[in-house]
């Protein structure tokens, strides 16, 4: 009986020496792997550089490795992060885009605590810059993250082209744009997709409060506001009507308008704001 073990690797990537904690890193990845709904049966530190996380489905084997060789580079890497999905039980992988897919979220748990110099996907030759792989996990805009999470995982990463062409330029010994490159870049786009993607909520859902008694509440705060600071008064009451009242909102408003007029009135605006520029906020 022949016995077939299925694997995908990847990994980071430093130049430098780092101080990397196993225990740090493999709680890292087991909290992504139960946010993605791998529930994780077993973690395990098998020495100060490796670890073992191991799902019903899969085993993620995590190594720490020094002076590491990485295609594409002329010097060794003095540490490099290896991470191993592994799957030596059950059927053949009839697509592995899913499992390509928890490396990335994986690598991506890692990348912004550790802050690799590279990110080394599956194949040797598929190497990310920090810049580069930032692009392609990140929306080309911080104000429609919520609503471009909500799209399908195809059309979360608009960048991934530009970046993985950048890297032909960067990496040393860089080679041109080949149909293996192409291959690779595919991979590599589908594996950022959501293997399940869910629909987020917006997050101006919740905002207004649930009952009319607190809704009124609002307004007559922002009625009494006025009195005193209009022009204040006027941004609540439009904040009121395109988002919702909410009492907790208004309050705050009231709190620090009434504390900026009794500055004001006290003659203490001048030393507070001098307070605030010593303290370097």
Same mark, same amino acid.
């Given at each position: 009986?022949? $016995?077939?073990?299925?694997?995908?690797?990847? +990994?980071?990537?430093?130049?430098?020496?780092?101080?990397?904690?196993?225990?740090?890193?493999?709680?890292?990845?087991?909290?992504?792997?139960?946010?993605?709904?791998?529930?994780?049966?077993?973690?395990?530190?098998?020495?100060?550089?490796?670890?073992?996380?191991?799902?019903?489905?899969?085993?993620?084997?995590?190594?720490?490795?020094?002076?590491?060789?990485?295609?594409?580079?002329?010097?060794?890497?003095? $540490?490099?992060? =290896?991470?191993?999905?592994?799957?030596?039980?059950?059927?053949?992988?009839?697509?592995?885009?899913?499992?390509?897919?928890?490396?990335?979220?994986?690598?991506?748990?890692? $990348?912004?605590?550790?802050?690799?110099?590279?990110?080394?996907?599956?194949?040797? +030759?598929?190497?990310?810059?920090?810049? =580069?792989?930032?692009?392609?996990?990140?929306?080309?805009?911080?104000?429609?993250?919520?609503?471009?999470?909500?799209?399908? +995982?195809?059309? *979360?990463?608009?960048?991934?082209?530009?970046?993985?062409?950048?890297?032909?330029?960067?990496?040393?010994?860089?080679?041109?744009?080949?149909?293996?490159?192409?291959?690779?870049?595919?991979?590599? *786009?589908?594996?950022?997709?959501?293997?399940?993607?869910?629909?987020?909520?917006?997050?101006?859902?919740?905002?207004? =409060?649930?009952?009319?008694?607190?809704?009124?509440?609002?307004?007559?705060?922002?009625?009494?506001?006025?009195?005193?600071?209009?022009?204040?008064?006027?941004?609540?009451?439009?904040?009121?009507?395109? *988002?919702? =009242?909410?009492?907790?909102?208004?309050?705050?408003?009231?709190?620090?308008? +009434?504390?900026?007029?009794?500055?004001?009135?006290?003659?203490?605006?001048?030393?507070?704001?001098?307070?605030?520029?010593?303290?370097?906020?």
């Amino acid at each position: 009986m022949t $016995h077939t073990t299925q694997k995908v690797t990847a +990994g980071l990537v430093f130049l430098g020496m780092r101080a990397l904690d196993i225990i740090a890193i493999s709680k890292r990845i087991a909290h992504t792997l139960d946010q993605l709904g791998e529930e994780v049966t077993m973690q395990k530190c098998l020495s100060e550089d490796a670890a073992l996380l191991r799902t019903d489905q899969f085993d993620l084997r995590i190594q720490i490795e020094r002076k590491r060789h990485v295609d594409r580079l002329d010097v060794p890497a003095d $540490h490099y992060i =290896e991470v191993t999905l592994m799957r030596e039980f059950g059927p053949p992988w009839a697509d592995a885009e899913p499992y390509q897919a928890i490396m990335a979220y994986a690598l991506a748990a890692l $990348h912004v605590p550790l802050a690799p110099d590279f990110v080394q996907w599956i194949e040797p +030759g598929a190497l990310l810059t920090r810049a =580069e792989f930032r692009a392609a996990i990140t929306p080309p805009q911080e104000n429609e993250r919520v609503r471009t999470r909500m799209r399908r +995982g195809r059309d *979360r990463l608009p960048n991934v082209e530009d970046a993985y062409t950048g890297l032909q330029g960067r990496i040393p010994h860089g080679k041109n744009h080949s149909a293996e490159d192409a291959e690779r870049l595919r991979s590599l *786009r589908a594996a950022f997709c959501d293997p399940e993607p869910e629909d987020l909520p917006d997050p101006s859902d919740g905002i207004r =409060e649930e009952t009319a008694p607190l809704r009124l509440s609002v307004w007559m705060m922002t009625f009494t506001l006025a009195i005193f600071a209009l022009p204040v008064a006027a941004g609540l009451m439009v904040f009121n009507l395109l *988002r919702g =009242e909410n009492l907790r909102l208004a309050s705050q408003t009231a709190a620090l308008t +009434g504390l900026f007029m009794s500055l004001q009135a006290s003659g203490a605006m001048a030393e507070a704001v001098d307070m605030v520029r010593g303290l370097g906020i």
